[in-house]
């Protein structure tokens, strides 16, 4: 049998074009207790972080109890089934293509994110491909990015050795998972939250700017892995 691959990918501004409801919650949880929401820019840097550690970034004032009100106020605000008429965040163009070609093409899929778990299962479910992963690890299953416990423990999960795994990112936070995990490669896609000179700096070998480049660029990432 030809030996197991895994591509690990981000949710947030990876798969999912998550940004008008993460920034929405946000300021509605600020207000919520009476802070001053941050500036959106500055909410779409830090997603992909445990959201505790990401408020203390957004409110470096702020501390104790305060910031586990905010955190159950963003939570609050990002579940408000109020918004779920709007429909779930959009995928990003070419996602569910690119699953399929990656499953083609021999992959297992799994998924490393900073989101809750209900929030991962939320966007998984509304848009009907939960079962496409093998392993799904949010921020309630161990440290957050960049450590890489939970992209361990994803890999151990299907199986598969660093030398044959991929990590695909939008955030410089993945990017330095994957390294401090020994992964084949580390990923950057161009369409997400931090730039390419931020994603090369954390350890990206390629960035991608459409998903349809993804089968062939892993597969020769990998193949590099096994002739070194």
């Known amino acids: 049998m030809p030996a197991l691959k895994l591509c690990v990918f981000d949710l947030d501004g990876t798969l999912v074009d998550s940004q008008h409801r993460i920034v929405a919650a946000m300021t509605a949880g600020f207000a919520a207790e009476g802070q001053v929401a941050p500036m959106p820019d500055a909410v779409r840097q830090v997603v992909g972080l445990p959201l505790d550690v990401a408020i203390r970034r957004l409110a470096p004032g702020i501390g104790g109890l305060q910031i586990e ?8 605000a990002y579940f408000d089934p109020r918004n779920d008429g709007e429909g779930p965040e959009p995928l990003f163009p070419g996602t569910r293509q690119m699953l399929d070609a990656m499953e083609a093409d021999g992959w297992l899929l799994a998924i ?3 989101k809750s778990r209900r ?14 992963f093998v392993s799904l ?6 440290p957050g990015k960049p450590n890489p416990t939970v992209l361990l423990e994803a890999m151990a999960e299907a199986g598969c050795t660093g030398r044959r795994t991929v990590m695909v990112g939008d955030t410089s936070f993945d990017m330095e998972t994957a390294v401090n995990a020994k992964v084949a490669a580390a990923i950057g896609v161009s369409w997400g939250y931090h730039d390419a000179v931020r994603l090369q700096a954390a350890g990206s070998v390629i960035i991608l700017d459409r998903f349809d480049q993804l089968p062939s660029v ?3 990432l990998v193949a590099s892995q096994q002739e070194e």
């Open 218 to 220: 892993a597969d020769g």
């Open 119 to 132: 929030g991962l299962l939320h966007v998984l479910d509304a848009h009907g491909i939960r079962q496409r």
């Open 112 to 114: 490393v994110t900073g």
């Open 137 to 142: 690890k949010s921020a309630d299953d161990g």
């Open 69 to 76: 009100r905010l955190v159950e106020a963003y939570r609050d």
